[in-house]
């Protein structure tokens, strides 16, 4: 028999659905811990959780939104089009316009969701002395010459 979900998780799903699919936000109410670096990282793991996945996918269906919905509505939003505002007849008429801004929300979308998305450029700063005296301990390691 499946395990259930503990107390933390089962908020963890609730407050995921609730605050927009944010993993972090949902972990930082529903654990204890304020530090943000913490919760995206709790957050990854929970998200990698096959029964917390479940969960969520059950509760989303719950709601109406599937995966099919899902596509559809994406599918809608790469085809925007703009509407166009006839000030003399005050009418708003649609166009074949293509609303770029709306698509390219909707592309950033698809790409976060298939994990399509470039990766980061990380930066390093390192702080400390390094002693001159084990320079050549660390060229013998790394070259394989004689310290």
Do not use: C, W
């Not at 609730?14 to 654990?31: C, M, P, R, S």
């Not at 919905?69 to 505002?85: F, H, M, R």
Request: charged fraction near 30%; glycine fraction near 6%; charge should be positive.
């Amino acid at each position: 028999m499946a395990k259930r979900l503990t107390e933390k998780q089962t908020k963890f799903t609730d407050e995921f659905i609730k605050n927009g699919q944010n993993g972090t936000q949902a972990v930082l109410k529903a654990y204890d811990t304020d530090d943000e670096q913490s919760a995206a990282s709790l957050a990854y793991k929970n998200l990698n959780n096959p029964k917390i996945a479940e969960a969520i996918k059950n509760a989303l269906s719950k709601k109406g939104i599937t995966t099919e919905k899902i596509a559809e509505i994406i599918s809608d939003g790469l085809e925007a089009t703009k509407s166009v505002t006839d000030q003399k007849a005050g009418t708003i008429n649609d166009s074949d316009i293509p609303d770029h801004l709306v698509r390219h929300k909707f592309l950033s979308t698809v790409i976060e969701i298939t994990g399509a998305k470039a990766p980061t450029k990380h930066e390093h700063n390192f702080r400390g002395v390094l002693a001159v005296d084990k320079l050549s301990e660390i060229n013998a390691r790394i070259f394989g010459a004689k310290a």
